[in-house]
């Protein structure tokens, strides 16, 4: 079992910045792909940022050039650098990850952390 803390949401204002971190604990031999999903009220949970082990990257066209996902292997850690924000950018933001036990592989998803956009 994998478990998966999301921390840093919160309030800001339009063209502000965010740092979410997820912090990933539990039994497992190695995190493997890890990414950031977001959610807004009456609308489905869509991919943001996804990142692999190796460290490739890819971004939702809606916050390409504006958000930056990066991980710390050592410390099973994904964050979210969230530059330049937009009202539209509010939701509850998830945190994902693909994990290995060694004998199975399996997904977590975080909790959710709240990021509201607004003036």
Known sequence: QVQLVESGGGLVQ?????KLSCAAS????SINAM???RQAPGNRRDVVATITRGGTTNYADSVKDRFTISR?????MVYLQ???LKPEDTAVYY???GYS???R????????TQVTVSS
């Open 105 to 112: 592989l399996g997904e977590a998803w975080g909790q959710g």
């Open 26 to 29: 539990g039994s497992f031999r």
């Open 72 to 76: 710390d292997n050592a410390k099973n």
């Open 14 to 18: 339009p063209g502000g910045s965010l």
């Open 95 to 97: 945190c994902n990850a």
């Open 82 to 84: 969230m530059n330049s």
């Open 101 to 103: 036990t060694g004998w």
């Open 35 to 37: 990414g950031w999903y």
